[in-house]
């Protein structure tokens, strides 16, 4: 069925080409480029319709299932330009790959992974002149899907939409790196073994929004999670994986079904490694954390993903007492990986675990 199926290109006119933001003032995820992928998939024929089509509005009935009982899943990418107008995408294959796992554990229908990398390139290329060129800015991108078939009743919907949408999103952090306040929740956890924690489905997020603001109110960046059973193994740091090194090694919690596996965190550990870094994938406890930050063994905290790539963590509280990492300041590991990775994804520097996919 859709491996027969052809990609649409329905262009914008020039009246639906939109006026460019500044590049200096992008911030992030308000802007967006001028053309979406869309492909929809119903039981009789799949996935089908596919195409590359100025960005517009969704008409949907208000029955329409994800408004009801959230089947929605997303991935979150980027694509870099270099000096030389070159266009890069980092380990795109991999966001597809997860999405298709999200799918899985959500009942909704698997993405026909190479045709919709397909369209992603096609549609990066139509819009390439949306990629920010100022330092550390670049292009993010969201493949989601959603259930639009309109009925009432709890099953896997029969209808769904799948679209990826791209904004122009600004430098994380303009005048080089300001290490994050982070606060412990022992209050509200995130997920538990068994549940959807591993899976980018939406809900996670609403859930999530509560613990976050009472964070900020008290003047902290991000939560950070701790598991629902016990309360004290250390899950992640807001939307990001999590990383301590302590005595030289660098530590992040296992993948154990709670927490999502992310790509940043996997590039993560594959660099350390190929440095020579001790990295352990293992069980951590809150209270390892601070026993280490007394004793002056906690050396670097920084958080991984897409969005920030590294985020050092220059303190955090827990149970009302605060304590600092490395001073506040960014630890030397955090720094060389961002620099690192940053330069891979730019096309800067040799890629040696071909991460990056050139579009053009
Ligand atoms: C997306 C995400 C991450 C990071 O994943 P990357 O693939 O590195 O961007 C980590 N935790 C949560 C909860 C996320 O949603």
């Not at 660099?271 to 352990?280: D, E, F, N, S």
């Amino acid at each position: 069925m859709w491996e027969n199926m052809e990609i649409g290109l329905e262009k914008a006119g020039p009246a639906q080409l939109k006026v460019k933001p500044a590049q200096e003032s992008l911030g992030f995820g308000g802007h967006f480029t001028d053309h979406m992928f869309l492909m929809k998939w119903d039981r009789q024929k799949g996935w089908h319709d596919a195409k590359v089509c100025p960005y517009q509005p969704f008409i949907l009935d208000p029955a329409a299932m994800v408004f009801h009982y959230g089947q929605a899943i997303f991935e979150g990418l980027k694509a870099y330009k270099n000096t030389n107008g070159q266009v890069f995408l980092f380990r795109p294959r991999d966001n597809f790959e997860r999405m298709n796992s999200s799918a899985l554990r959500m009942c909704m229908p698997r993405l026909p992974v190479e045709k919709v990398f397909k369209g992603l390139k096609a549609l990066v290329y139509l819009d390439r002149d949306w990629i920010p060129t100022v330092p550390g800015a670049t292009l993010y991108i969201r493949p989601t899907m959603i259930a639009v078939e309109p009925a009432l009743g709890v099953r896997p919907a029969g209808e769904y939409f799948f679209f990826i949408i791209m904004s122009p999103v600004g430098a994380y952090y303009r005048e080089g790196f300001s290490p994050t306040r982070i606060f412990v929740t022992d209050k509200y956890v995130r997920a538990v073994k068994g549940g959807v924690g591993h899976v980018k489905t939406s809900g996670n997020y609403a859930a999530s929004i509560m613990a976050a603001e009472e964070a900020h109110k008290a003047g902290y960046t991000q939560v950070l999670w701790l598991d629902a059973c016990d309360r004290k193994f250390i899950e992640e740091v807001g939307t990001s994986n999590i990383f301590f090194k302590i005595n030289d090694e660098l530590i992040t919690p296992p993948l154990g079904g709670s927490i999502l596996p992310g790509i940043t965190r996997d590039s993560v550990i594959q660099l350390a490694l190929k440095w020579g870094v001790k990295v352990a994938e293992r069980l951590i406890t809150i209270d390892e954390v601070i026993a280490a930050s007394n004793d002056g063994s906690l050396q670097e905290t920084f958080g991984t993903g897409t969005a920030a790539v590294i985020s050092p963590v220059g303190e955090f509280c827990y149970q009302d007492q605060k304590y600092l990492v490395n001073n506040g300041t960014t630890g030397p590991l955090a720094q060389r990986l961002f620099d690192e990775l940053q330069a891979i994804q730019n096309g800067q520097q040799e890629d040696p675990f071909k991460w990056i996919t050139r579009v053009g």
